[in-house]
């Protein structure tokens, strides 16, 4: 969790730094592609903490059925 938030954090000081330092077309595209690494990112990290859709599946069955008895 540490390691995906300081690689965010990394990529948002790079975007500040390639405004600074790079100049035309360059800086667009450093700047683009960090936006674009953060935003895959995250929704990898959001995928991650999400179970499966069959394991919800077969717990609210395991509920269901520990209520019946």
């Given at each position: 969790?540490?390691?995906?938030?300081?690689?965010?954090?990394?990529?948002?000081?790079?975007?500040?730094?390639?405004?600074?330092?790079?100049?035309?077309?360059?800086q667009l595209?450093?700047?683009?592609?960090?936006l674009i690494?953060?935003?895959?990112?995250?929704?990898?990290?959001?995928?991650?903490?999400?179970?499966?859709e069959e394991?919800?599946?077969?717990?609210?069955?395991?509920?269901?059925?520990?209520?019946?008895?």
């Amino acid at each position: 969790m540490r390691m995906y938030l300081l690689f965010e954090l990394f990529l948002c000081i790079f975007c500040f730094y390639a405004l600074f330092r790079f100049k035309g077309n360059t800086q667009l595209m450093v700047l683009l592609i960090c936006l674009i690494t953060a935003f895959l990112f995250d929704m990898l990290h959001n995928a991650m903490k999400k179970p499966p859709e069959e394991v919800k599946i077969v717990s609210s069955i395991k509920e269901k059925t520990e209520r019946s008895n």
